[in-house]
């Protein structure tokens, strides 16, 4: 558990009253207001259902008093959040409501909506979070959750972000303190997982980039180490430097985050609500990483060829443009091919396909037990491979979308060998082709492209790093 004894210690006893008010955020996590409504947030959560309700009217008073020491909680924290004023009134008026109508599925789209954390990208401020909500890569479940949270936003990404990067909706976040469902995998915070009575037009998107700097440091220390790589210096000098890592992470997720909507697009990825076989979303991704990488390569040579002295803001792009290009390689090659199950791991599949594609371009090389680059010929070949994926892209918007997923299931083949007993592969029936897109779909098997023989042995010694991840903070790596 993340949670110290004397933390739990504090939090387990009884407060009697409106709590202390708080007025200084970054004492928040500690403060008697913040214990209480954990405390009491956890205690809901026990009774709460799968879709939020507490159907049970046997919980139904315990449920009230849990509820009223949440509201005192976020009334007495409210003062050192001044700028979630009008959120934090809003989430006491929801919670009260859920409470005044029988616990039902819960309804907190007027906080959501009153919630906007991006018009407040400062570093280091705060915020108090709490929805009932699902977490990705954590709890299915929409239960209440409480965060206390604070913004990463160096001054280089407020530059990078004002200029060519343009993001309005994207929010950079450090984990401060949270409750169960984040104790787990899940390093991001969309307002499309909160329980609400309609779909708003979301304004913002979060990610902790903490947690995934934190993960990438451990996950690639241990793997560097069983492969044998000899890690080029700038790349070491990340592991042994959080900050450094979380700044490199904002830089690549703000470039990719923005790229879901703009090139060639064959679909608007995240506006069709449709399913689609699992390495069209593979091949989502890594076309987006793929360019962060690209764009990194293009501001590393911009402002490594300027003849005049750069500002502050601009060495620190440059630097952080080159950490970009090994995050992406390493994170897709050492994290993602081998975490989570092999049914329809998408993000795995990008791990492996980037993996097979740089050793059959003669740029990475697995000799000797031993794992190489070489480096001056790497970004050439991965710019490659997103170039690959741009032609799919291009091509596609002339294409029904079945022809779509079959041209992509080719690229991503002639790269990855599929599964011996794919119909897929061997090709799809008459009727599966003239049937409706549910049929391509199911016909593709849950790990439809599996571990090659180096991530087979590579993931069996990595499995207790991997797990290990669940539920990191900056301070564990």
Known sequence: ?????????????????????????HIAETSPAWLSLKSAVLAIRELQDHDG????????????????????????????????????????????????????????????????PQQHREDGIRHLVIFPMYTQNGSPDRLVEALIVETIWPEFIAELEAGDYGNKLFVSLRLVDFTPG?????????PETVSMREIPQFTWGAIFQDREAARYRRVVRAASEITKLDLPEEAARML??????EHTFVMWDIIHDRTHMRGDLPFDPFMIKQRMPYFLY???????????????????KRLSSRTDALSDNEERMREHAVLVQYAVIFDRIFRFAITGSRVRNYDGL??????????????????????TFDWEGVPDAVIALGEQIDELYWRSIDRPKVAHWLAAYELVRSVLTPHPA??????????????????YTDAVLPDEFPLSMFFEALEKKMRPVIESTAGIRAGDA
């Open 240 to 245: 042994d430097d959080q900050a450094l890592a």
């Open 350 to 371: 990008g791990g492996q396909l980037l993996f097979a594609w740089l050793h059959q371009r003669g740029v990475l090389h697995w000799t000797d037990t031993q794992l």
């Open 53 to 116: 309700s507490i159907p049970d009217v046997a919980h139904h008073a315990a449920a009230h008093e849990h509820v009223a020491a949440i509201a005192a909680g976020i009334r007495a924290l409210a003062p050192a959040f001044p700028h979630d004023a009008e959120y934090l009134a809003a989430s006491v008026q929801d919670f009260e409501r859920w409470a005044s109508e029988g616990f039902g599925v819960p309804d907190f789209y007027d906080s959501l909506v009153a919630f906007q």
């Open 182 to 190: 984040y104790d787990t995998n899940s390093a991001v915070l969309f």
């Open 282 to 300: 593979s091949l989502e991704e890594l076309r987006c990483d793929l360019t962060a990488f690209r764009e990194s390569v293009a501001i590393q």
């Open 422 to 439: 794919s119909v897929w592969a061997r090709g799809l029936s008459d009727e599966v082709l003239a049937g409706p897109p549910k049929g």
């Open 1 to 25: 558990m993340h949670s110290s004894a004397a933390h739990d210690q504090v939090a387990n006893k009884a407060i009697v009253g409106e709590p202390e008010v708080v007025e200084d955020a």
